[in-house]
């Protein structure tokens, strides 16, 4: 089985910054797509960002110019800087991995969900 353990998240005022990271374990052959995704209550969950298999990465509208998604393939970790933050940003965050898992002598393509961190913006 693989694992993703995120940290990072907690309670920060307007215009301030938090880094959130999601580290995959297990038996992972090569990790394709990470990012985040976000849901606030009674709305959905969202694409905030991410770095898709062989594309560049992509971002959410409202944090265009703000986040920054990175990744360390050596570490299989994936970081959100996030920059001048709102209140609307609050939200559950949890990170997403799709990745080859193998369990010898098979590969198999999976997608894995992170348990989510909070994070509060406030005003």
């Known amino acids: 089985q693989v694992q993703l353990v995120e940290s990072g998240g907690g309670l920060v005022q307007a215009g301030g910054s938090l880094r959130l990271s999601c580290v995959a374990n297990g038996n992972i052959f090569s990790i394709n797509a990470m990012g985040w995704y976000r849901q606030a209550p009674g709305k959905q969950r969202e694409l905030v960002a991410a770095i898709p298999s062989g594309g560049s990465t992509v971002y959410a509208d409202s944090v265009k110019g703000r986040f920054i998604l990175s990744r360390d393939n050596a570490k299989n970790t994936v970081c959100l800087q996030m920059n001048s933050l709102k209140p609307e940003d609050t939200a559950v965050y949890y990170c997403?991995?799709?990745?080859?898992?193998?369990?010898?002598?098979?590969?198999?393509?999976?997608?894995?969900w992170g348990q989510g961190t909070q994070v509060t913006v406030s005003s």
């Open positions: 997403n991995v799709d990745l080859v898992r193998y369990s010898l002598p098979n590969f198999s393509i999976e997608n894995y």
